[in-house]
């Protein structure tokens, strides 16, 4: 089956289950999930909202699946700046209605690669400086 065959319910329980990896991923290394899939209505969804410290981390989190991409593929590329727009809109709704004016934002994109057998096979972590 290639990429494209994929139906769009398969493709939104991958990207769940990258999610839910990627926050497993987090709290094994000491931050606190705060919020999964938070959605602002006609604005945006923030995947990850975590916390450790005095720092508040939004994660956007991009999936492939070996067996469908080619060995040179990034999923972080598909972060535009249409998505980066939204992300900090979010994320200042977020801060707004849950009054968290103490910490500092770092924006994150993660990028995982998930086997056939939904097993991670590689993962990485930047900072989305530049949106």
């Not at 089956?1 to 329980?13: F, K, L, N, Q, Y």
């Not at 289950?17 to 290394?29: G, I, K, M, P, V």
């Not at 923030?46 to 699946?65: A, F, M």
Request: glycine share 4%; charged share 30%.
């Amino acid at each position: 089956m290639a990429s494209s065959d994929i139906r769009p319910e398969e493709t939104v329980a991958k990207g769940r289950l990258a999610e839910r990896l990627t926050a497993d991923l987090f709290r094994q290394n000491g931050f606190s999930v705060l919020a999964r899939n938070y959605v602002v209505h006609r604005t945006g969804e923030i995947d990850l909202i975590l916390n450790r410290g005095d720092t508040l981390y939004v994660v956007e989190v991009k999936s492939v699946h070996r067996n469908h991409a080619r060995s040179d593929y990034d999923p972080l590329e598909k972060i535009g700046r249409l998505k980066c727009a939204r992300l900090r809109e979010v994320t200042q709704i977020y801060l707004s209605r849950h009054r968290l004016t103490q910490f500092y934002v770092q924006l994150l994109a993660v990028s995982i690669h998930l086997s056939a057998e939904r097993k991670i096979l590689d993962w990485r972590c930047v900072t989305l400086d530049n949106c």
